[in-house]
């Protein structure tokens, strides 16, 4: 069976995804003081973020379409286009990438592109015997299978980030650091809302983006539920910050 040709697009995202894997490797190895990998770890990690956010994009430029010239057009083809996977981990990358190298932030954008990687090298070099010799088919197989796990292990690290940003207002107390953690409270509102279901050019085999939000948000109530019930000058503070959160989710429900 003759392989697939790889096209521009393809060429493009492979370059861009496999450039994301090997930056956020080197920048994970570097962030332990392995010796000489640390001293690029903070150029691995903006080249990560870099190559992230120019894959996002260029799939936001190619597949908005504008049906006119007319501010209802223009709105039509914004707003899918602000609710997608690819604009919010634009945005991610962002406001990431002035800061120092945290390697949690990497997780996400780094699984995200592994898939795109591997889904690419399945569809047009899965027929070679250096493939099969090596069982890329079947490790391909089990990556799709368990597509929801790793989805949830990025849900669960890009909020465990809003943890060490707190950690890190707390230490530092400086405009900077509570502007960004508002904005990424607001990134992270948006995610949980999120109803968009592809990466990239992936497509995720269970669920959408809000899915896996909104469970790890219901496994962190239940669990700080009995503390709030202790401290009940708490409880109201907290639903009201909840409903705003939630509340563009419930809308759509």
């Given at each position: 069976?003759?392989?697939p040709p790889i096209d521009r697009r393809t060429c493009i995202f492979l370059?861009?995804?496999?450039?994301?894997?090997?930056?956020?490797?080197l920048c994970m190895i570097g962030s332990m003081g392995v010796p000489y990998v640390s001293r690029i770890t903070a150029l691995a990690y903006q080249g990560a973020l870099l190559s992230a956010a120019a894959g996002f994009t260029y799939r936001i430029v190619y597949s908005t379409k504008l049906e006119g010239y007319t501010l209802a057009a223009v709105r039509a083809a914004v707003a899918p286009m602000v609710a997608?996977?690819?604009?919010?981990?634009?945005?991610y990358?962002?406001?990431?990438?002035?800061?120092?190298?945290v390697p949690t932030v990497l997780f996400p954008l780094m699984l995200h592109s592994g898939y795109q990687v591997a889904t690419i090298v399945n569809k047009h070099f899965g027929e070679t015997a250096a493939y099969k010799r090596v069982g890329g088919e079947r490790l391909f197989a089990y990556a799709q299978a368990n597509m929801h796990r790793a989805l949830m292990m990025c849900a669960t690290m890009e909020v465990s980030?809003?943890?060490?940003?707190?950690?890190?207002?707390?230490?530092?107390?400086?405009a900077r650091s509570v502007f960004t953690v508002a904005f990424y409270l607001l990134l992270l509102r948006a995610k949980h809302a999120c109803t968009d279901n592809t990466v990239f050019r992936i497509k995720f085999t269970y669920y959408n983006t809000g899915f896996y939000h909104q469970q790890m948000w219901n496994m962190i109530d239940e669990r700080t539920a009995p503390i709030l019930q202790r401290v009940s000058s708490l409880q109201a503070p907290v639903n009201m910050l909840k409903r705003w959160f939630t509340g563009s989710t419930k809308k759509q429900q």
């Open positions: 069976m003759v392989p370059f861009l995804c496999s450039s994301v894997v090997v930056c956020s490797v997608s996977n690819g604009f919010q981990y634009t945005m990358c962002a406001l990431f990438i002035t800061g120092r190298p980030v809003l943890m060490l940003m707190l950690i890190e207002v707390f230490k530092l107390r400086t």
